[in-house]
Structure formats: C-alpha cells, structure tokens
C-alpha cells in the first residue's frame, strides 16, 4: 500500500528564510502528488499538484516543488517565507487511477519576525 | 469555485450517543471522503463513495459507518461515540475523473465527553 513520509514534524524560520520540506511516497508506479496547506483555523486547500510533464510545479503564493522520480520524492520549497505562511502542510500522493489520496502526518511550519 | 460544507463547525456528544456528521458538495462531484485529523497523525481515510449509494472502506473505519442517499451529500455515522472519536472530521469530494483534485470542506471538530 502507499505510504508518505514528511520528515519535519515541525520546522521554525525566520523571515525571509528559505524553506524545503521534505516528502517520500513509497508506491513506484504512476502517481499523482499534491501539496495541501492548513492555516490557522481554516480548512485545507490545495497549493500545488504533479500530474505529469515538468517536475518541477509552481504553485501559489510563491511555492514550488520537485517531482524526482528516482528518488521517490515531492520536496516543497519556497526561496523567501512571510510570517503568513506559517501553517501546517501536507503532502499526498494517490496511486493512477480514481482512488483516494494517501497523506503524510503533516509539518507545522512556523515562521517568526 | 467548489464548495464543501459540513453540518457543524463543533460538536460535543456523549460517550455512546448516535452521531451524525452531514457533508454536502454542490459541484455534482462522484467521489466524496471521510477523513479524519488528528495531531501527530495528519489525514486518515474512514470511508469514500465513488457514487450514489456506494461506499469503500478506507484506513480506520471501525466504529463508523457511512450513506450515501443522494449524490451531493455523504453522511459520517458513530453508531455509539467514544471518547477516542474526538477528533476533527474533514470532508472532501472530487470529480470521477482519474486525476482530478480533491476539495475539502471546513471540518468538524467533535468532542466525545
């Protein structure tokens, strides 16, 4: 079954820091991958997402991410982080198909003047 | 724009009352989910329907069961809440097409006393 791995519970940075988190999936076939963001208090939306052709995705407010196939991995970045980015991000992953998204556990980005 | 809402921001039952939780998507979407958030965890799946009167069994559906009468709307039942169902309840749907995104809605924060 898929699985997906965010490595940073919780990440702090000042501003203007840049900004990589990390995400592994574990299923090697086709995927979709998606980044999620949660601000305080408000539900989740979707920040970016891979379907195919260029790995590298532009999302809103200034995110990025990599697709690398070979090493399993969708790293979200951002070259300079605003206190309103501070929120939790989640990475997911679903297999080809109609099937449901498989999430990470999340990382709480918190990001201070 | 898509739109998700659920019945309740909060909710506070007791310990073996009958819940309901109530999702309805108004943008004719096949696929509706169940997720439920907890800290540390991040988004595991209780239930999904890919249509009307259809459902799946996702990660963690003990103690939990769904209906799915009508299209836009996707019904979370705890037949007899326990204490270790607080959490916060997300809904999400998305189109039957295999690489469409899924939207959520707001969440509700449920209190089993």
């Known amino acids: 079954a898929q699985s997906v791995s965010q490595h940073n519970h919780h990440v702090i940075l000042s501003e203007a820091a840049s900004l990589e988190l990390g995400c592994n999936y574990s299923?090697?076939?086709?995927?979709?991958l998606f980044w999620y963001v949660q601000y305080p208090g408000q539900h989740l939306q979707l920040l970016l997402k891979y379907f195919s052709g260029d790995p590298l995705v532009k999302g809103i407010k200034g995110f990025e991410a990599e697709f690398i196939k070979s090493k399993f991995s969708f790293n979200l970045r951002k070259p300079s982080v605003q206190w309103s980015d501070t929120a939790e991000y989640f990475c997911a992953v679903r297999n080809s198909g109609n099937t449901p998204l498989v999430f990470g556990k999340g990382t709480r980005l918190s990001v201070i003047a | 724009d898509v739109k998700v809402t659920q019945s309740s921001r909060y909710l506070v039952k007791r310990t073996g009352e009958k819940v309901f939780l109530e999702c309805v998507q108004d943008?004719?979407?096949?696929?509706m989910f169940w997720y439920r958030q907890d800290p540390g965890l991040g988004l595991r799946l209780i239930y999904f329907s890919y249509d009307v009167k259809m459902k799946e069994k996702g990660d963690i559906p003990e103690g939990y069961s769904v209906s799915r009468e009508k299209k836009e709307r996707f019904s979370l039942i705890l037949e007899s809440a326990s204490t270790n169902q607080t959490s916060m309840y997300l809904c999400a749907s998305s189109s039957g097409r295999g690489w469409d995104t899924q939207y959520f809605g707001p969440g509700t924060r449920l209190t089993v006393l």
């Open positions: 943008m004719d979407h096949e696929n």
């Open positions: 299923y090697g076939g086709t995927v979709n």
